[in-house]
């Protein structure tokens, strides 16, 4: 019983159990102030909050005829404003690598994964805003974008003549710096 009470992580069960009790009445919660967040465009993540993590997922063909599932993944904790997320890549083919996200707006345009045996260049969709969501007490952020690799415009060495096409998500998240009351 005792292990049980421990795996469970209740020291007050324990307790009772021994036969021991508080006289003490149970506290009531207080609800938390509500924050105010600093959302502007130029407000970034206080630093060792954020988390931004990237996934493509593709179907490639290579200059050989051989065709197969590749995903490039990757998380970075950086608060800057044009991350570079290290990569990995698995499925038809294993390499590492990076990935800038630009920062650029939500245009259409162009990404390159620098991989360790070449570089894919890709032309991507004009990204999609997904779910977002602020926690208005704790100032945790959390948003997506997403969009379509419409196809790979160019590859260097081991992936020179590849094709493909595929989807693409980021989520970035962290905690956002509280507005500071002015004193009047």
């Known amino acids: 019983m005792l292990k049980r009470l421990l795996i469970l992580g209740a020291p007050v069960l324990a307790l009772a159990a021994a036969g021991c009790s508080s006289s003490k009445p149970a506290a009531t919660a207080t609800p938390a102030p509500t924050a105010k967040c600093d959302l502007s ?3 970034q993540p206080v630093k060792g909050t954020s988390l931004t993590t990237f996934k493509v997922t593709s179907i490639l063909k290579t200059p050989a005829g051989k065709t197969g599932a590749e995903t490039f993944y990757g998380t970075t904790t950086s608060t ?3 991350p570079t997320i290290p990569l990995k890549a698995t499925g038809l ?3 590492t690598g990076s990935i800038n996200l630009g920062g650029g707006g939500n245009g259409a345009g162009k990404g390159t994964l620098k991989l360790t045996k070449g570089n894919i ?3 991507h969709s004009k990204d ?3 779910p977002s969501s602020v926690n208005k007490t704790t100032c945790v952020a959390v ?3 997403h969009g379509t690799v419409e196809k790979v415009l160019s590859g260097t060495r081991a992936y020179k003549d590849y094709t493909g096409q595929g989807t693409f998500h980021v ?3 962290g905690t956002m710096p509280r507005v500071k009351s002015s004193s009047k």
């Open 121 to 123: 260049t890709v032309e």
């Open 171 to 173: 989520t970035f998240g």
């Open 128 to 130: 999609v805003n997904g």
């Open 80 to 82: 800057a404003n044009k």
């Open 93 to 95: 083919f294993t390499d």
């Open 41 to 43: 465009n130029s407000a």
């Open 143 to 145: 948003f997506s974008i």
